[in-house]
């Protein structure tokens, strides 16, 4: 199994509520990351896990939450958000995170729309 | 912290044409430079990668060039094909964290 995998695919949620990703890959990879991509924009990297212990925050707001419960699953909780908090948020993971250079699989995304 | 450049925003190639995106670093310490393709509604997808002590490196219709000292590198892509067109990203990495800075990115138009 070579795939990242995400749910939901498309999610609408108002500014009120609270809301997970999830993320999840068995392909044994203990870096899981969380991006976010704007429409024509490069993804932007917000979470950064490694062996299950948060390695990199990108100075992201409080309103998202990551969360690894173990090393295949990757949660990103939403509370409170904004509508410019609209986007395409994708998950990823590598072999590993702090050394060398392994490749980033890509999961499909989550359209997240806030109203 | 890095800060990728990538060149030019929007190309546009007959069928059958070569293709060339370039990127430019800030940063020397950067030594990973993976591409990524990005079909309409598709995850990226790692298409090729560089290492910065290999200056080329070749995948069939697709290679990748480094050049150090400048801090740029390309993608070339010959004998496009509609099935070409997409969005492609480069990116700069360092050797520890895997945190990878994307180019801007390129939207390619293979016309047939």
């Known amino acids: 199994d070579t795939e990242v995998t995400q749910t939901p695919k498309h999610l609408v949620m108002g500014m009120t509520n609270k809301k997970s990703l999830k993320c999840e890959q068995h392909?044994?990879?203990?870096?899981m990351y969380w991006y976010k991509q704007k429409a024509k924009k490069p993804p932007e990297l917000m979470f950064v896990?490694?062996?299950?212990?948060?390695?990199i925050n990108e100075s992201v707001p409080s309103r998202f939450s990551p969360e690894c419960p173990n090393s295949s699953l990757l949660n990103l909780h939403l509370h409170a958000l904004q509508p410019e908090d609209s986007a395409l948020y994708l998950c990823?993971?590598?072999?590993?995170?702090?050394?060398?250079?392994?490749?980033?699989?890509f999961g499909p995304g989550t359209r997240l729309t806030v109203t | 912290g890095e800060n990728v450049e990538q060149h030019p925003s929007t190309l546009s190639v007959q069928e059958g044409d070569s293709a060339v995106i370039k990127c430019t670093y800030s940063?020397?310490?950067?030594?990973?430079f993976p591409w990524y393709k990005q079909e309409l509604g598709k995850r990226p997808q790692l298409i090729i990668d560089?290492?910065?002590?290999?200056g080329e490196k070749k995948d069939q219709q697709i290679a990748v060039t480094l050049n150090k000292t400048a801090k740029h590198f390309s993608l070339h892509i010959t004998e496009t094909q509609p099935e070409d067109s997409a969005v492609y990203f480069c990116?700069?990495?360092?050797?520890?964290?895997?945190?990878?800075?994307f180019g801007a990115g390129t939207i390619l138009r293979v016309k047939s």
């Open positions: 990823a993971s590598s072999q590993g995170a702090l050394a060398v250079y392994y490749e980033q699989y």
């Open positions: 392909m044994g990879h203990r870096a």
């Open positions: 896990y490694s062996y299950e212990k948060l390695s």
């Open positions: 940063d020397s310490a950067s030594n990973y």
């Open positions: 560089i290492r910065s002590n290999v």
């Open positions: 990116a700069a990495s360092k050797e520890y964290g895997n945190k990878l800075v």
